[in-house]
């Protein structure tokens, strides 16, 4: 081969190995701008104050934030493969795991509140959480990325608000506006299923009296004797409720007339005779006796409030005649 073809050859060959060197680097480039930007990314979410991570279509975590993994205990890499059975109660992980599952399924964003019982401080977590599904550059479902921040105090502080707005700050029982709704929705099911429903009206005889005479402190007393009494009679499927000063209602669901007058006896003969167990001095309240108005669903109703004015009729009737009676409308 004359020596002009060999060199033009070597030359060409120089040429092809520039190239692949050149298109070597810029991968080389490329590739450590991506990790460079992955590393940037990865530490941005590490400053991040909320729970994120990312787990592939089987459930099991490929990755975490820093605050995850120092919830969970554990390195990036002792991480992946692990699924929240690792970490979480068996009751949560149920449902975290059915979150997951509906994500994936659905191909859709899901949020939910999730309660999880602490383990060492014995204390419930509340955390609120959001999945999306994740999808590689050619549409391929390949996961799902989750975020979770951690509500506790703010769960807390809203029960706290729905507790006060629900019930009597003096007895701990339903107050009027929670008894109506229970009402309401018993009243619709009774009459859906001809199922029996009964109410009765309780009324502290002579209240003012002993408010007057003894103050208002042992008035406060004698009403929450009264509902402990009944509270004590009564079963759980029963509603009890405080809705007025010395008023309290009782719905008993499944209950016909001759029942609910029976209990209604039981509970005036029990405010008279109760006594506290051993020395209690709330044995030295004075005694009081208890009117009672008692109705019954009927097919005629067309609402809860006939049944209620019902009831309230026969309390009156129970006052009219002499009071510490049970009188049924």
Same mark, same amino acid.
């Given at each position: 081969?004359?020596?002009?073809?060999?060199?033009?050859?070597?030359?060409?060959?120089?040429?092809?190995?520039?190239?692949?060197?050149?298109?070597?680097?810029?991968?080389?480039?490329?590739?450590?701008?991506?990790?460079?930007?992955?590393?940037?990314?990865?530490?941005?979410?590490?400053?991040?104050?909320?729970?994120?991570?990312?787990?592939?279509?089987?459930?099991?975590?490929?990755?975490?934030?820093?605050?995850?993994?120092?919830?969970?205990?554990?390195?990036?890499?002792?991480?992946?493969?692990?699924?929240?059975?690792?970490?979480?109660?068996?009751?949560?992980?149920?449902?975290?795991?059915?979150?997951?599952?509906?994500?994936?399924?659905?191909?859709?964003?899901?949020?939910?509140?999730?309660?999880?019982?602490?383990?060492?401080?014995?204390?419930?977590?509340?955390?609120?959480?959001?999945? !999306?599904?994740?999808?590689?550059?050619?549409?391929?479902? =390949?996961?799902? *990325? $989750? %975020? &979770? /921040?951690?509500?506790?105090?703010?769960?807390?502080?809203?029960?706290?608000?729905?507790?006060?707005?629900?019930?009597?700050?003096?007895?701990?029982?339903?107050?009027?506006?929670?008894?109506?709704?229970?009402?309401?929705?018993?009243?619709?099911?009774?009459?859906?299923?001809?199922?029996?429903?009964?109410?009765?009206?309780?009324?502290?005889?002579?209240?003012?009296?002993?408010?007057?005479?003894?103050?208002?402190?042992?008035?406060?007393?004698?009403?929450?004797?009264?509902?402990?009494?009944?509270?004590?009679?009564?079963?759980?499927?029963?509603?009890?409720?405080?809705?007025?000063?010395?008023?309290?209602?009782?719905?008993?669901?499944?209950?016909?007339?001759?029942?609910?007058?029976?209990?209604?006896?039981?509970?005036?003969?029990?405010?008279?005779?109760?006594?506290?167990?051993? !020395?209690?001095?709330?044995?030295?309240?004075?005694?009081? =006796?208890?009117? *009672? $108005? %008692? &109705? /019954?669903?009927?097919?005629?109703?067309?609402?809860?409030?006939?049944?209620?004015?019902?009831?309230?009729?026969?309390?009156?009737?129970?006052?009219?005649?002499?009071?510490?009676?049970?009188?049924?409308?």
């Amino acid at each position: 081969m004359p020596i002009n073809n060999i060199a033009l050859l070597v030359m060409v060959l120089l040429c092809f190995v520039t190239v692949l060197l050149m298109l070597n680097l810029k991968e080389h480039r490329q590739v450590k701008a991506k990790k460079q930007q992955l590393n940037s990314y990865e530490q941005i979410l590490d400053q991040v104050g909320a729970y994120i991570y990312v787990k592939d279509i089987h459930c099991r975590y490929v990755y975490a934030n820093q605050l995850t993994l120092d919830f969970f205990g554990v390195t990036q890499e002792q991480l992946k493969g692990t699924t929240d059975v690792n970490y979480f109660p068996e009751a949560a992980v149920e449902l975290l795991l059915k979150n997951d599952r509906k994500v994936l399924a659905l191909q859709l964003k899901i949020a939910d509140d999730i309660m999880v019982d602490g383990n060492e401080d014995g204390i419930s977590h509340v955390f609120h959480e959001i999945k !999306q599904p994740l999808f590689d550059e050619k549409g391929k479902l =390949t996961g799902l *990325i $989750g %975020v &979770s /921040t951690e509500i506790t105090d703010e769960y807390n502080l809203r029960s706290e608000l729905e507790l006060l707005a629900n019930t009597d700050p003096l007895t701990g029982l339903y107050n009027r506006r929670s008894f109506n709704a229970f009402s309401e929705h018993e009243y619709v099911r009774a009459m859906r299923y001809f199922e029996p429903l009964s109410l009765m009206i309780i009324d502290i005889d002579l209240f003012k009296n002993v408010n007057d005479t003894y103050g208002h402190l042992v008035g406060d007393e004698v009403i929450r004797r009264v509902a402990l009494v009944c509270n004590q009679h009564i079963r759980e499927s029963d509603v009890l409720a405080r809705i007025g000063g010395e008023e309290f209602a009782i719905l008993l669901p499944r209950t016909d007339t001759e029942s609910a007058y029976k209990l209604a006896e039981r509970l005036r003969i029990s405010q008279q005779t109760y006594r506290f167990p051993g !020395q209690h001095e709330a044995n030295d309240l004075p005694e009081v =006796t208890i009117s *009672i $108005g %008692v &109705s /019954t669903l009927s097919v005629k109703d067309k609402s809860f409030a006939q049944m209620l004015s019902r009831a309230d009729k026969a309390l009156y009737s129970s006052k009219n005649i002499g009071r510490n009676s049970v009188h049924v409308a």
